[in-house]
């Protein structure tokens, strides 16, 4: 088996770099750079099941909510507990764990919904895959929106040491893309591929179809989860935050980049989130060229969502097309 | 009957009727499009936002009912004509989960379009507020609205059900539905089937952005998207395939959110969409092909 060690190295580099020139800037545009590195995670979250499998999931940001549910509940100190969350229950009430414990539990919790999820609805293809992962999305938001003893309920996260910095935000980027190189090199990820391929051909060959794919959902859970934990030491998240908008800006960037490869997972994700900070600085008016450009505010949907139309109208698989990186430029010349 | 559970009386079966008899249009606003073009239009939601909205500005304009009827049903029609050109006929090669995706960044797009037009408080529409007054029949109140509803879409079911069965455009519509290459084969005129299918869809849309704003005036940006949500959910559960399986799984979705909100006790009903989903996947297990589909049609693995 050949390795193919530069689609790991390529992504990899590709996030180092983001991660050194957010260095070079000035503490407000760090933001976006940081920003940007927890789009990655996200969105190679998302790929590790999506595109390995084929499968459609809107439920994703469940796990990244429950991530940052986990992580953000243990990590306010004891002493503000009973102020801020009044009526957490007891564990969860005088408990406080460090930064990377806190982000362990993020991944772990992550791994044990999305497996105890996974292992009914991984029977499911197709439109009804679609609609049961979006109905765990529901319920998800429906439960950590009102019931305040696991969470804040319908406050906002407070009191949350904000340790996700660039350092982190690129450490978390890197995790991910490592562990779904390994995952999609590893035997479980060559096989979920057969049977996103040819389901039936697969399951001749002694493929468990469903056992593949809640390999594949446990895993990205595990790595949303960790998303999540990053997110809520960034920044004061509600369950608003982890619900519908991201859903869609997470596989808008997982499609433009193209969902088939890591490659394009992170190339979409680093893609939009320049544009996104770019058209987010346009909202509050940048002059460019001598010329100044100033954007109603929420232009950034619109853009991102007419860019997401246009990608899948004329290039479905992505602006990658859905391939990894590949040192062998002109072999594809040539073609 | 007392007790939590008391309220599983007349009154709330009336009303969940309504409300299923709503999700019930939208459901086949949905179904026919899946019917024609294997596509799931997950901005359905957002017709309905649009017609809403011109509802909203024909009451701010104090325009009379009828004018503000004719505005919202040429908005959505212009709207979805639009969408049917510029989204679905070059998506129609892809893959139903491609142009499920296409049409969740049109929803997207579209909402945030009306988040900077209208801003996200919202617009109140109001001239037909008056059909919000009950009737009483017995001890039932019953809302004129909830009546309309129950009216507007028996009517639309019945005239579908003629056109789909009676006429030519029908005929090639049930064609195209089961084989839409063999069909074209055979002389159905692919563009036009496809055109009407997506312009009766739009009407629908109208009627029910006409319905919901009577239920709940305030418009926003969001009008809609829940409601589509739901229905999505129901019309899968129902069955995709046939019109009159996704037709009775929008309703039933519709009926029974309407009962089960009517049985939560008041302590709990925040949690009444966690109970529906959680149906959802459980009926979905049982059946994922749909409850109300024929057997043996669905996907091998």
Redesign the interface.
């Given at each position: 088996m050949t390795a193919h060690l530069e689609r790991l190295v390529a992504p990899a580099a590709l996030v180092a770099g983001a991660a050194l020139l957010g260095t070079t800037v000035a503490r407000e545009t760090q933001i976006y750079f940081i920003t940007a590195l927890l789009a990655v995670t996200l969105v190679v979250a998302l790929y590790v099941f999506v595109g390995n499998s084929?499968v459609?999931s809107f439920g994703h940001m469940s796990f990244v909510a429950v991530g940052a549910w986990g992580a953000g509940v243990l990590s306010v100190p004891v002493d503000e507990k009973s102020l801020i969350f009044p009526s957490l229950y007891g564990f969860l009430g005088d408990t406080t764990v460090d930064n990377v414990v806190s982000l362990a539990v993020a991944a772990g919790v992550g791994l044990v919904y999305a497996v105890v999820v996974g292992l009914?609805?991984m029977?499911?293809?197709?439109?009804?895959a679609?609609?049961?992962t979006?109905?765990?999305l529901?319920?998800t938001h429906?439960?950590l929106?009102?019931w305040d003893r696991i969470g804040p309920g319908t406050n906002s996260f407070s009191s949350v040491p904000e340790t996700t910095g660039l350092l982190q935000s690129a450490i978390g980027a890197l995790i991910a893309i490592v562990v779904a190189f390994a995952y999609q090199s590893s035997r479980f990820g060559r096989q979920l591929r057969a049977?996103r391929e040819d389901?039936?051909a697969a399951?001749a060959a002694g493929i468990g179809?469903v056992r593949q794919r809640v390999w594949a959902f446990g895993l990205s859970g595990a790595l949303a989860g960790l998303a999540g934990g990053l997110y809520v030491h960034f920044i004061p998240l509600s369950t608003e935050d982890v619900y519908?908008?991201l859903t869609?800006i997470t596989?808008?960037m997982l499609?433009i980049g193209g969902a088939g490869s890591l490659w394009g997972a992170v190339v979409g994700a680093l893609a939009v989130s320049a544009l996104d900070s770019f058209l987010a600085e346009a909202e509050s008016g940048i002059g460019i060229a001598g010329a100044t450009l100033d954007l109603?505010?929420?232009?950034?949907?619109?853009v991102?969502?007419?860019l997401?139309?246009l990608v899948?109208?004329l290039r479905?698989s992505g602006i990658t097309g859905g391939r990894e990186f590949s040192l062998a430029w002109t072999g594809r010349m040539r073609r | 009957m007392n007790g939590p559970i008391a309220a599983l009386n007349a009154q709330t079966v009336i009303d969940a009727i309504g409300l299923g008899a709503v999700y019930a249009l939208m459901a086949i606003g949905i179904g026919l499009v899946f019917g024609v073009l294997r596509l799931v239009n997950f901005a359905y939601g957002q017709l309905v936002m649009a017609g809403a909205f011109a509802l909203a500005l024909s009451s701010e304009w104090d325009w009379p009912a009828w004018a503000g009827i004719v505005l919202c049903l040429s908005v959505v029609l212009a709207l979805t004509g639009a969408m049917n050109v510029l989204v679905f006929r070059p998506l129609r090669a892809q893959s139903p989960a491609v142009m499920l995706v296409a049409t969740f960044a049109v929803a997207f797009l579209l909402q945030s379009v009306a988040l900077i037009w209208f801003g996200s408080l919202g617009k109140p529409a109001t001239s037909l507020a008056s059909l919000n007054r009950p009737v009483t029949i017995g001890d039932v109140d019953i809302r004129k609205i909830t009546i309309v509803a129950i009216v507007v879409a028996a009517l639309f079911l019945v005239a579908l059900v003629l056109l789909l069965e009676r006429t030519t455009i029908g005929l090639h519509m049930r064609a195209a539905a089961i084989d839409f290459s063999t069909a074209r084969l055979l002389g159905v005129r692919a563009e036009r089937v496809i055109a009407t299918a997506v312009l009766i869809s739009g009407v629908l849309a109208a009627a029910v952005a006409i319905l919901l704003t009577v239920q709940s005036p305030i418009v926003t940006p969001g009008f809609g998207l829940s409601q589509t949500i739901v229905v999505l959910a129901g019309v899968v559960v129902g069955g995709m395939n046939r019109l009159v399986s996704a037709t009775l799984g929008g309703f039933s979705i519709g009926f029974v959110s309407g009962l089960l909100g009517g049985a939560l006790p008041t302590g709990q009903s925040q949690y009444l969409p966690s109970v529906v989903f959680g149906l959802v996947i459980i009926v979905l297990l049982i059946r994922p092909d749909g409850v109300f589909a024929r057997a043996g049609v669905g996907e091998r693995v």
């Open positions: 084929g459609l009914p609805l029977r499911l293809s197709g439109l009804a679609g609609i049961a979006f109905a765990v529901e319920i429906n439960i929106r009102y049977v389901p039936a399951r179809v519908l908008d869609f596989l808008a499609v109603p505010s929420g232009s950034r949907l619109i991102v969502g007419f997401m139309a899948l109208i479905p | -």
